[in-house]
């Protein structure tokens, strides 16, 4: 609202707050939903679930995952949805395996073709949606049983591994403490002089550090952009709830990289993940090739007619979703150390689940980055929790599906009551 | 109330009654959509109902059929006599209270036959039997005067067709009472007189009806009687001889509507587009050629209509022009100030300064999920964003607000979604849209379509305002007094043909209806 009009100001100004923090309601509501979830297992598993060493296991098993829910969400914004993804994570592991362990490619450059690959696949299942006007659900669940029979094929039946240890660092690696430790409490030592496990309490001082500057990057740009909506007559929202939503958010970082630092630092992967987060939320709120894929997803007649080449984007997309799932295959290879027959099998039900949980809409134009993730993480607490208390994996199946339906079904109740 | 003392025999509605509606409240969550509403319809008459959009007419029209059921308003509903208390559309229908919505709710790929006994199904021991359903249909479609085959399917016929198949499928329900919610605003002129006259041969076989409607001729034209709804409230309710179309526009908007089109002095200037033997072939079948060698020019400052019947290749021009988003093997020139411009693709189309806002604004002109402010921006984001695509959001929450206001679009903020707005802001918003790609000749496709008498001259402001601005206006309508209302100059579209043109003072509905029954006949002979 501008601050030309005088007396329905502060009324309009209420109103478009009121806009703003409902629309963040749902993202809310996730947080604390994953929040509430956490808490249930931390005390369900005895504590064992925020022991630093879980934190980082829970990171590294749902990495892949997370990384393809970034592609599938544009996916599914745009209105299509892509069953083929677990199957060429498995291919692209595969290639990789071939390429590093039979014919001996230095794992930088097996890298970058198994993405140059994925990408190709992608955008080859991209050309027949978007201009042959094949439903994409029938383009993807053929890619998907062709890259599952191209994976049996290519490793004839066989396991290859393991990989060269560089490769092997995507995922099982960390970042150097470049700082040197912090010892807070040293660890006791046992007969041999080496430190017992869980024991004593040393930080890793880089994660730390990197630590407190994401978290004053966060603040000063969040301040900023207030600051700017401000100074341009622009109401914010409400200072308390910037205040709160800030520390909050602040607090679940710097909790996060402490538990981190006191294991053994930041994963790779970590960063990997964080910096394609990063990335396709400024994509999806910032710029107009994601404003566009928001646009096609919600109205694609209307989209076209407004100028918006759908075919082209509707490709793109694909070629997008294709790396991504390429980066998750090597992710997964590397997480297990070889190329298996069975890789990646029934993983795109996990990454769609994970979308949807996440508050994504099956009719297209709805969805967010930041929820795709988080209802990643949500399916994945799940299945950490579940596995640590023993319960069977059929159960942990009847959970995580009823799970997902309630969901989505507490998300359209809320939606038809608003 | 049905507890109170005094007994529903007493308080009983006059014998001709039919359907009383009594103190009507519905409130929606924030809203109060009636309150306190009455209508009161005879036996065998045709009533009227008239109000802006949003005003309660469709919300009375669903507590009266049962779809809010009983329980969910208050007030009481008498039909028969008796009062009726309804909990969903098949008691209402039980009584011969058939509503025949706005959007039409057949189902494109089965048959005339299978539509019509949708839900009715003639069976026999459970199995429906084809040759009595079949029979059936024949019997009702003659009787609404459709000559038709029940094996044909729905997609296959046009709109007036298709309204018919909707009224002889309420005929197969034993109708009493016919309620008919906007049903010419998608037909031609020729199929609304159709349908009208339709409605007059009913009445004289003893049925009642409800006439929503946004066109007041037709209401003056079969209507017994008026009610007034404005605001969620009753005004009047007026008898036939008393209608005149100042006294309802004067109700229904609350004011006197002293001119319902906007004054302008044209200021004309050169020429700035022009499209020279343009033809194009059907989408689907391209064998058939829809436009034949059109050619029409646009002035600077100038307001031009296109006038036609239904079906005359209106829209299907002003698509393929724009980006060719309609047709096949088009062929044609098309100048703009008076350079030769290719329009191929709908981004072309706009940075040649062209921008056209479609007829229907809900499957092509807006994304009805998202809010106000992400919907103006979109065909031009550039606009908004750095040149590498970074869009500024704070650039565009202004542009949205500017454009707020300049087409007055009436919302609690620009993040209002606009799937929540009536009709005639969302086609501001759409207008918005348009305007900010800043073209220099617009195309508007039925621009008051479905939108009430207040915003379509808030519509017109508009347009006046753009073309004072220098702008070229090119304006499909169906509504004749509209184009004669606000344009410099008509052309008359028939049969892909231009079959008239003529100055707007000297046009006359008589003049264009003329136009094209001679472009008939010569096509014809």
Not at chain 2, 199 to 223: C, D, P, W, Y
Request: hydrophobic share 45%; net charge neutral; with cysteine.
């Amino acid at each position: 609202m501008s601050t030309e009009t005088a007396a329905p100001t502060t009324n309009a100004a209420k109103a478009s707050a009121q806009a703003a923090f409902k629309e963040n309601l749902r993202q809310y509501g996730l947080v604390v939903a994953l929040i509430v979830i956490m808490l249930f297992f931390q005390y369900m598993t005895n504590g064992i679930l925020f022991l630093p060493v879980n934190l980082t296991n829970l990171v590294l098993q749902n990495s892949y995952i997370v990384v393809m829910a970034l592609g599938m969400l544009l996916v599914i914004v745009a209105g299509h949805i892509d069953l083929s993804v677990g199957s060429v994570a498995g291919f692209i592991g595969a290639v990789a395996a071939v390429l590093m362990v039979d014919y001996g490619f230095h794992p930088l450059i097996a890298g970058l073709i198994c993405i140059l690959v994925g990408g190709i696949i992608g955008g080859a299942q991209g050309y027949f949606i978007a201009y042959m006007k094949i439903p994409s659900f029938i383009v993807t669940l053929s890619g998907m049983l062709v890259f599952k029979g191209l994976l049996l094929w290519l490793l004839g039946g066989r396991s290859v591994g393991p990989f060269p240890t560089g490769f092997q660092m995507l995922s099982a690696g960390f970042i150097p403490d470049v700082i040197g430790p912090l010892v807070l409490v040293p660890p006791t030592l046992n007969a041999s002089g080496n430190p017992m496990p869980n024991t004593g309490l040393v930080l890793h001082t880089t994660t730390m550090v990197i630590a407190i500057l994401i978290v004053a990057a966060m603040l000063y740009f969040a301040l900023k952009s207030r600051r700017a909506r401000e100074s341009h007559g622009y109401d914010a929202e409400p200072f308390a709830l910037f205040v709160i939503k800030n520390v909050v958010l602040a607090g679940i970082i710097l909790f996060l990289m402490y538990k981190f630092a006191s294991y053994r630092g930041l994963p790779n992967v970590l960063i990997v993940m964080g910096f394609l987060i990063v990335l396709f939320v400024f994509f999806t709120k910032r710029m107009t090739f994601g404003r566009r894929i928001f646009a096609m997803g919600g109205n694609e007649k209307a989209a076209k007619l407004s100028g918006i080449q759908t075919e082209r984007l509707t490709f793109y997309i694909f070629g997008i979703m294709g790396m991504l799932a390429a980066l998750a295959g090597l992710i997964y290879a590397a997480r297990l150390n070889q190329a298996t027959p069975k890789a990646g099998a029934g993983m795109e039900l996990d990454v769609i689940a994970a979308v949807f949980v996440g508050g994504a809409s099956a009719m297209g134009g709805v969805g967010e980055v930041a929820g795709a993730v988080i209802g990643a993480f949500i399916m994945g607490v799940m299945n950490n929790g579940m596995g640590i208390m023993g319960i069977n994996i059929d159960w942990q199946q009847v959970i995580k599906g009823l799970v997902l339906l309630g969901a989505v079904a507490f998300d359209l109740y809320n939606k038809k009551k608003a | 109330m049905a507890t109170a003392p005094m007994n529903a025999q007493t308080n009983a509605p006059a014998t001709d009654t039919l359907l009383e509606m009594r103190d009507i409240t519905k409130t929606f969550p924030g809203v109060k959509a009636l309150s306190n509403v009455n209508l009161n319809v005879r036996s065998g008459e045709i009533h009227a109902i008239v109000g802006e959009n949003g005003a309660g007419k469709s919300t009375l029209m669903k507590v009266l059929s049962g779809v809010y059921p009983f329980g969910d308003y208050s007030g009481e509903i008498f039909y028969e006599g008796e009062e009726c208390r309804f909990t969903g559309i098949h008691d209402s229908e039980k009584r011969g209270i058939v509503i025949i919505h706005q959007e039409l709710a057949l189902v494109p790929l089965l048959s005339i036959a299978e539509n019509l006994f949708l839900g009715n199904e003639q069976t026999r021991f459970g199995v429906i039997d084809w040759n009595l359903a079949r029979r059936r249909a024949a019997d009702l479609l003659r009787k609404v005067g459709l000559r038709e085959d029940p094996d044909t399917l729905i997609t296959n016929i046009g709109t007036g067709k298709q309204q018919l198949v909707e009224i002889a499928k309420a005929l197969a329900k034993d109708v009493k009472l016919l309620i008919l919610d906007e049903p010419t605003a998608s037909l031609s002129e020729k199929d609304s007189q159709h349908l009208l006259d339709l409605l007059l041969e009913f009445k004289r076989q003893g049925m009642t009806a409800i006439l929503i409607s946004h066109k007041l001729n037709e209401v003056k034209k079969v209507a017994d009687r008026v009610t007034v709804i404005r605001d969620g409230q009753t005004i009047e309710t007026m008898d036939k001889d008393d209608v005149t179309e100042d006294r309802i526009i004067t109700s229904m908007v609350g004011r006197t509507m002293e001119d319902r089109y906007p004054t302008r002095t044209p200021n004309v200037g050169e020429t700035i587009f022009e499209v020279k033997n343009w033809t194009v072939h059907h989408q689907l079948h391209p064998e058939r050629m829809v436009i034949k060698g059109i050619d029409l020019h646009v002035k600077k400052g100038e307001v031009v209509g296109i006038a036609g019947l239904m079906g005359a290749g209106r829209t299907e021009f002003a698509m393929s022009v724009f980006g060719r988003t309609y047709g096949t093997n088009i062929s044609g020139e098309v100048f703009v100030h008076g350079k030769k411009a290719d329009t191929s693709t709908v981004g072309k189309a706009v940075a040649q300064g062209l921008a056209y806002a479609t007829e229907d604004r809900k499957v092509y002109g807006l994304n009805l999920i998202d809010h106000i402010k992400h919907n103006v921006t979109i065909a031009n984001l550039p606009g908004v964003s750095s040149g590498t695509g970074v869009i500024n959001d704070l650039a565009e929450l202004k542009v949205a607000n500017e454009y707020r206001k300049k087409t007055n679009i009436r919302s609690s903020s620009v993040y209002q979604i606009t799937g929540n707005l009536s009709g005639g802001n969302q086609q501001k918003v759409v207008l918005s849209k348009w305007l900010f790609s800043d073209p220099d000749i617009l195309i508007l496709d039925e621009p008051t379509r479905g939108i009430d008498v207040g915003a379509k001259y808030e519509i017109y402001t508009i347009i006046n305002k753009l073309a004072e601005e220098g702008k070229g206006i090119l304006v499909i309508s169906s509504e004749m007094p509209e184009l004669l209302g606000i344009c410099d100059r008509i052309y008359v579209l028939n049969e892909g043909r231009i079959v008239g043109e003529m100055a707007g003072h000297e046009a006359s509905q008589e003049k264009i209806m003329r136009a094209i029954v001679r472009g008939e006949e010569k096509a014809a002979s």
